[in-house]
C-alpha cells in the first residue's frame, strides 16, 4: 500500500494538500489531511456521511479559503484564490446537485463558462463540441427542465469539463441514478481521463468508486484513515468499521 499522501507511479504532482484542516466554531470538520495526486491518476476518495469529503472539496475549490495547511496545485500555492481563479488555472468541479442555468437552453449552460474565461472565438464549436462529448448535442436547445436526471448529470460534466480543465472533482455524480445510468456516467468519467484529465471521484456508489479509481483515498471523523490500492484499502478493518459498517 502506498504511504501517507503518496500516489502511485512517477508523473507529475498536480495536486498536494498538506495538513489541510477546517474549524466550524468548535467543531473540527477537516484536521491534517495530506494528500497527493498525480498527473492522470483517477483517485476515489470515499469516506461515511459526514466524514469530511465535502469540506475538503469545498477547502480545495476556494470556498473556504480560510483553511489550516495548504494546497498547491501544479506546483503553485493556491493561497486565497478565489473559485473562478482556481477554475481558469484548471481546476474544475461538479457538485451533488446539478445546478444549471434554468432559463438558459443546454447549450447556453455550457457558453456562459467559455465566455467568463474570455474564450469568445469559436464559442459555439466548442460548446456544441461539449455537448457531443457527454451525448448531449440532440437536445442543445432544450431547456434543462426537459431533461432526465442522468441528463442533468452528463449537463453538469460537460459545464464543469467546458475549459479543459486538467483535475476534475466528481462530487457524487451517480447520486439517484439507477445502475445503467451509472454505467453511462462511468464511461464518460473514463473517456474524460484517458483524454488527460486527472479525476478525483467522491461517491457513495461502491461499485463505480472500486471500478473507477486506481487508488482510494479515506476520511473518517474529518481525518485521513486509508490511503492506497483499492482491494487494500476496503479490505482494513478500519474502513470496514467506519465506512462498510462491518
Not at 58 to 76: D, I, Q, S
Not at 82 to 107: D, K, M, N, W, Y
Not at 161 to 168: E, G, I, K, N, R
Request: glycine share 12%; charged share 25%.
Amino acid at each position: 500500500m502506498s504511504g501517507v499522501g503518496d500516489a502511485p507511479g512517477d508523473g507529475e504532482v498536480v495536486l498536494r494538500a498538506e495538513g489541510v484542516g477546517m474549524r466550524f466554531g468548535g467543531f473540527a470538520a477537516l484536521s491534517g489531511v495530506d494528500l497527493t495526486v498525480r498527473a492522470g491518476e483517477r483517485l476515489g476518495l470515499i469516506g461515511p456521511n459526514g466524514s469530511g469529503k465535502s469540506t475538503f472539496t469545498n477547502c480545495l475549490a476556494g470556498v473556504y479559503p480560510g483553511h489550516e495547511g495548504a494546497f498547491a496545485f501544479r506546483g503553485e500555492r493556491l493561497g486565497k484564490l478565489s473559485p473562478h481563479e482556481r477554475a481558469r488555472r484548471g481546476l474544475a468541479r461538479t457538485f451533488q446537485l446539478p445546478r444549471p442555468f434554468r432559463g438558459l437552453t443546454v447549450i447556453e449552460n455550457i457558453r456562459v463558462p467559455l465566455a467568463y474565461a474570455g474564450r469568445h472565438e469559436a464559442t459555439e464549436t466548442r460548446a456544441m463540441a461539449c455537448l457531443e462529448g457527454v451525448d448531449l448535442a440532440g437536445k442543445a436547445h432544450r431547456l434543462p427542465r426537459e431533461l432526465t436526471q442522468v441528463e442533468l448529470r452528463r449537463l453538469e460534466l460537460a459545464r464543469a469539463t467546458a475549459l479543459d480543465p486538467v483535475l476534475l472533482i466528481a462530487d457524487e455524480a451517480m447520486a439517484g441514478l439507477s445502475h445503467a445510468e451509472v454505467d453511462q456516467i462511468l464511461a464518460l468519467l473514463f473517456r474524460l481521463n484517458e483524454a488527460g484529465t486527472t479525476i478525483i471521484m467522491i461517491e457513495h456508489v461502491m461499485r463505480a468508486v472500486t471500478e473507477f479509481s486506481q487508488r482510494l483515498a479515506v476520511l473518517v471523523a474529518g481525518r485521513k484513515v486509508a490511503d492506497g490500492a483499492p482491494r487494500e484499502v476496503l479490505a482494513m478493518p478500519a474502513v470496514e468499521e467506519a465506512y462498510l459498517g462491518r
